[in-house]
């Protein structure tokens, strides 16, 4: 399925690429010095993992062109974000982030949920 640019449908394979691209990318902040002035977010290996099944099936849901992929990568990173928030300061720290990590999977969560209501919404228009 090719979608065409400068459509509705080509404009949420490009955000869905974009989206994956920035939980891939920020996997890179696990190498940053624990010195609070350079770590914007705080990830551990947990997280990394999340991060990097975010990545995977948005990028699988852009190139397959299957909106639903993209509902289940925003519940997933919302759930791990509710998750890290009941934790969050606790002795149990599962994902091994604090409120940076919850504000980032809560932004990657309400982003692919919102590529996959675009997308549905955009098909069922149609």
């Given amino acids: 399925m090719t979608?065409?640019?400068?459509?509705p449908d080509g404009r949420v394979r490009q955000a869905g690429y974009g989206l994956s691209a920035a939980a891939a990318v920020s996997i890179l902040f696990i190498l940053a010095p624990s010195n609070d002035a350079v770590r914007l977010i705080q990830i551990g290996a947990v997280a990394a993992v999340i991060l990097l099944i975010l990545a995977v099936l948005g990028a699988l849901s852009a190139r397959a062109g299957q909106p639903v992929l993209y509902l289940v990568a925003g519940l997933l990173a919302l759930a791990a974000a509710v998750l890290q928030l009941i934790q969050f300061g606790r002795d149990t720290n599962w994902i091994?982030?604090?409120g940076s990590t919850v504000a980032w999977l809560a932004g990657l969560g309400i982003g692919f949920s919102a590529l996959w209501y675009a997308s549905h919404s955009a098909r069922r228009s149609d």
């Avoid at 979608?3 to 459509?7: E, F, K, L, M, R």
């Fill in 96 to 98: 091994g982030g604090n």
């Fill in 3 to 7: 979608a065409v640019p400068g459509t």
